[in-house]
């Protein structure tokens, strides 16, 4: 699922079985992580980051609207439409 904020692409996150997920900033670097719910919220947890990632989703009209709720001033991200683009993760990093 594509992510925008403020009219542009945010990210994108696969959905895998078991509440696995893959995130990406639409850079190539991809962060495997696990989902839950606590407390009416979705939290994710990442490889690179233990402490959870909530967040408030909500259906409208226009499509899924979803509220960071760890800030205070709280991002809001929307599910994007088709943006012409297909995630991709790079390798892991090769040493020289």
């Given at each position: 699922m594509f992510y925008g904020f403020d009219g542009q692409a945010y990210g994108v996150e696969r959905y895998l079985e078991d509440r696995r997920v893959i995130w990406s900033f639409l850079d190539g670097q991809c962060k495997e992580g696990t989902w839950y719910?606590?407390?009416?919220?979705?939290?994710?947890?990442?490889?690179?980051?233990?402490?959870?990632?909530?967040w408030t989703f909500q259906s409208t009209p226009d499509g899924l609207i979803a509220r960071?709720?760890?800030?205070p001033v709280s991002?809001?991200?929307?599910?994007?439409d088709e943006i012409g683009e297909e995630m991709f993760c790079l390798g892991p990093d090769t040493g020289v």
């Open positions: 719910e606590e407390n009416g919220q979705i939290c994710f947890i990442y490889e690179d980051r233990f402490d959870p990632q909530c960071f709720e760890n800030d991002t809001e991200l929307y599910e994007a």
